[in-house]
């Protein structure tokens, strides 16, 4: 059997754990830029207040119902969400991290489910703060069906629930039942345009997904989509991942707070980019071959331009002197006077791990591979431990930017995001760690 | 214009413009071959504005003239006329028509004016070379599976060919791989080298195939022309610095394994066979006559294979890419071939007694 775990309100919850001001009152978190709303509290839900919603559109509705607002605090959901994996973790041996606030696990052998569901739920609960649901059934798919029932029991109103927050599908009358009430547009991997595909096919909800004809959707769909047929009937077509597959591409980018138009202020704001993409192609100990380096003006500006320009390496490689050298020319190569700038990004792909490189004939005399290994080894080590940006490129004036600096209030670049409301940094900064007045 | 040639001759010619003319162009005329009758014979041509190719051929001309036909289109057509068919080619001027008449069957084409039709300049190429086929095909054929594909180093994109005051050699490589090959008779001539882009080359390798008499080749720094019999090829030449390739063949590679290539490539087709498709990496572990060669799949398989071999050496453990270890044994072909290999990070020679005058350097892979 296998279970999914999602945290309730991911984004919300962590925000109340340490502003119990927020407990009880509708909240909702901002996406990047203050743009959308990507995370609800129930009292927020309740007011009708739709995830994904431009927050501009709903003005009105969050100043009448004094809804908080938050700017997204990654820093501190990233790290409450790695407390989560690792007590999951500390407790099973086939967790699969499928997302910030979702985790696949098997429970193969473990003979009363429900009951180590229960006692991992209060775990988290109780060591992390965070209110989780968890889903149990035969596959993945099932698995993401019976933790939405958990969520949303209102739909599922003749169902009986034992629990909670947790819930295992046993009988197939249950089953059965909530899949006929069940959106086929709510079944993991069917989104909204094969929904509309499956709706004019009159397949409406996940019953008749699970009944219909395999092959056809085969042939009109692909072998993905059959997957979910066959694992809606309860045949295990996607197993626990629990080793990350290889990456195709990595990718940072940000909008920026403010429109800009210098050539300094766009480049101060990639070689940023270009340092976390590195460090993060890193961390999977991937080396890069193709790096891409794109600018562009918003859609909606007067005069719009957008840009990319690629550059393949014969030799794979992790150095970040390298990679900011490409990525600056690169971006050289794009940039045009006269434009008001939205994005600037970089993307690292083509990867190769440490034993599949293929050394470059050219240059070999002058490439020193363990001198390179080792030296942002160090780097990402003195990172680690001193906090992100210690040790950084020297063409790197963003002194302000790093995270981890240890003074708060500097004045931030004039790229970065628009962060308005966005809560202190408890659990990643020293500055802003809650003080206890007695 | 009107003239009248066999179907036979007329495909064969046609076959040799379909990879010339591109299949998607923004100059509609690109799509066009140009068939030129005068007295005694058809001229046909293609170009993509880098290379032009050129073909005379023998055909009753009844009335002189120029037009140009959709390529694609035309050889479609003559391709499905029956074997024994007379073709019957003339215009329309008025109503800017092409006729193509065999049997009962009558295609009429519209037609671009055959003035819009581009040429390309071939004045000034200094300086001439004449070679025989089997040495030219040698020099090509040796070399054009080292060619780079990437589009940001156009300079690895073609084949290099050059003197030493001595002879003309060819020299190809993507970075990780090289491959050299030189005339075995004396060229004394002297010139600087020119690197001859991807396209002409795999043009003027098939030509090859069905052609053995001495080839003329002549050249300036920016343009090249050759001429095989009937058939001329004019190209632009790449405009850039080839690297200094010399500088990376290894001196002193004294670690030797002699094998013997047909079995040897089998060996490394088997075992590649569990290799991640991107990678194909195979190690070697040479020791004491015998070669293990081994792979891993991403999914922990692993598959080896032991090969005696003529050693040389204290000990080798070196990983490769399989695809460039069988590309340059498909070359060789039979025989023994000789691996050079060193203790540092050179990278590794593959000689072969059959190719005297070839030299492959592959480098290996991240140990």
Same mark, same amino acid.
């Given at each position: 059997?296998?279970?999914?775990? &999602? ?27 203050? #743009? ?41 959901? #990233? &790290? ?46 109780? *060591? ?43 009988? &197939? ?14 079944? *993991? ?14 397949? %409406? ?15 009109? %769909? #692909? ?12 045949? %295990? ?120 490189? $293929? ?39 963003? $002194? ?14 004039? *790229? ?23 | ?15 040799? =413009? ?83 008449? =065999? ?13 819009? =039709? ?100 002549? =050249? ?148």
């Amino acid at each position: 059997m296998i279970a999914l775990l &999602d945290c309730n309100n991911f984004y919300v919850s962590c925000e109340r754990l340490f502003n119990p001001k927020l407990i009880n009152r509708p909240v909702v978190v901002l996406s990047n830029n203050d #743009g959308c709303i990507i995370s609800r509290s129930n009292e927020a839900k309740r007011m009708g207040i739709k995830m994904g919603e431009p927050v501009f559109k709903v003005k009105h509705i969050l100043r009448k119902g004094k809804v908080i607002v938050l700017s997204s605090n990654y820093s501190i959901y #990233g &790290d409450i969400s790695n407390r989560i994996m690792n007590i999951l973790k500390d407790s099973l041996s086939d967790v699969e991290i499928y997302s910030i606030d979702e985790a696949f696990f098997s429970l193969r052998g473990v003979n009363d489910r429900q009951k180590k569901c229960i006692y991992l739920a209060d775990k988290i609960l109780k *060591w992390t703060g965070i209110p989780v649901s968890i889903g149990i059934a035969k596959t993945k798919t099932l698995a993401k069906i019976a933790n939405r029932v958990v969520k949303k029991k209102k739909e599922y109103s003749r169902l009986k629930f034992n629990y909670k927050n947790v819930l295992e599908v046993k009988k &197939d009358n249950d089953l059965e039942y909530i899949l006929n009430n069940t959106n086929v547009q709510d079944v *993991w991997g069917v989104g909204k345009k094969l929904s509309i595909f499956l709706n004019q096919n009159n397949i %409406k909800n996940a019953q008749e997904l699970k009944q219909c004809d395999e092959n056809f959707i085969r042939e009109k %769909k #692909g072998v993905v989509l059959q997957r979910t047929v066959l694992e809606l009937r309860g045949v %295990k077509c996607n197993y626990i991942e629990t080793s990350l597959p290889i990456k195709k591409s990595i990718c940072v980018s940000r909008s920026f707070g403010r429109k800009l138009y210098y050539y300094r202020d766009i480049r101060s704001a990639l070689i940023v980019f270009v340092q976390k993409a590195t460090s993060k192609m890193r961390k999977y100990n991937l080396f890069c071959r193709v790096i891409t380096v794109f600018l562009k003006t918003s859609k909606y500006e007067k005069e719009v331009y957008s840009n990319s320009k690629t550059y393949t390496l014969i030799e794979p490689t992790i150095d970040i002197r390298l990679i900011w050298k490409i990525a600056d020319d690169l971006l050289r190569n794009i940039f045009k006077d006269s434009f008001l700038y939205s994005k600037v990004g970089i993307i690292l792909s083509d990867f190769y791990d440490k034993k599949n490189i $293929q050394k470059s004939l050219i240059d070999y005399k002058s490439i020193s591979e363990t001198k390179e290994i080792k030296l942002m080894k160090t780097i990402d080590n003195i990172n680690d431990r001193f906090g992100y940006g210690k040790i950084r490129l020297s063409s790197d004036n963003n $002194q302000n930017f790093f995270s981890n600096s240890i003074v708060r209030n500097r004045k931030s670049p004039s *790229w970065q995001m628009k962060t308005k409301y966005c809560s202190p940094c408890y659990t990643t900064r020293w500055c802003d760690i809650p003080k206890v007045k007695v | 214009m009107e003239f009248v040639i066999k179907k036979k001759n007329l495909l064969e010619c046609l076959s040799h =413009f379909q990879s010339v003319v591109e299949k998607r162009n923004t100059i509609p005329i690109l799509s066009n071959v140009k068939v030129s009758a005068l007295q005694g014979g058809l001229t046909i041509t293609a170009t993509d504005l880098a290379m032009e190719l050129t073909e005379n051929l023998v055909a009753n001309v009844i009335q002189a003239g120029g037009i140009t036909i959709p390529s694609q289109l035309f050889f479609d057509i003559i391709r499905k006329a029956p074997d024994q068919s007379e073709i019957i080619l003339k215009n329309d001027e008025k109503n800017n028509t092409v006729y193509v008449l =065999f049997g009962d069957s009558k295609f009429s084409i519209p037609m671009l004016p055959v003035d819009d =039709f581009p040429v390309m300049d071939e004045d000034k190429l200094e300086i001439e070379i004449k070679v025989k086929s089997k040495n030219f095909k040698n020099l090509v054929n040796n070399c054009k599976f080292c060619m780079g594909l990437d589009e940001s180093r156009q300079y690895l994109n073609g084949i290099y060919l050059h003197s030493n005051g001595e002879t003309v050699s060819t020299v190809a490589t993507d970075g990780h791989r090289l491959s050299k090959c030189s005339l075995p008779e004396p060229i004394k001539q002297s010139f600087d080298g020119i690197i001859i882009p991807k396209k002409t080359v795999l043009e003027i390798s098939k030509i090859l195939e069905e052609y053995d008499e001495d080839i003329n080749l002549s =050249f300036s720094k920016t343009r090249m022309r050759i001429l095989l019999g009937n058939i001329k090829i004019v190209s632009k030449l790449v405009n850039a610095s080839f690297p200094d390739y010399e500088s990376v063949i290894p001196k002193d590679n004294d670690q030797t394994m002699v094998v013997d290539c047909k079995s040897f490539s089998e060996t490394i087709d088997r075992v590649s066979t569990i290799s991640d498709e991107k990678f194909r990496t195979v190690k070697f572990e040479i020791s004491k006559n015998v070669c293990v060669v081994s792979s891993f799949g991403n999914d922990k398989s692993l598959g080896t294979e032991s090969v005696d071999v003529d050693f040389s050496g204290s000990q080798v453990s070196i990983n490769f890419n399989a695809r460039y270890i069988l590309d340059v044994l498909n070359i060789i072909k039979n025989g023994k071939v000789k691996f050079s290999f060193s203790n540092k990070t050179a990278p590794t020679i593959l000689e072969c007694d059959n190719l005297k005058n070839t030299l492959f350097l592959i480098m290996q892979m991240r140990a």
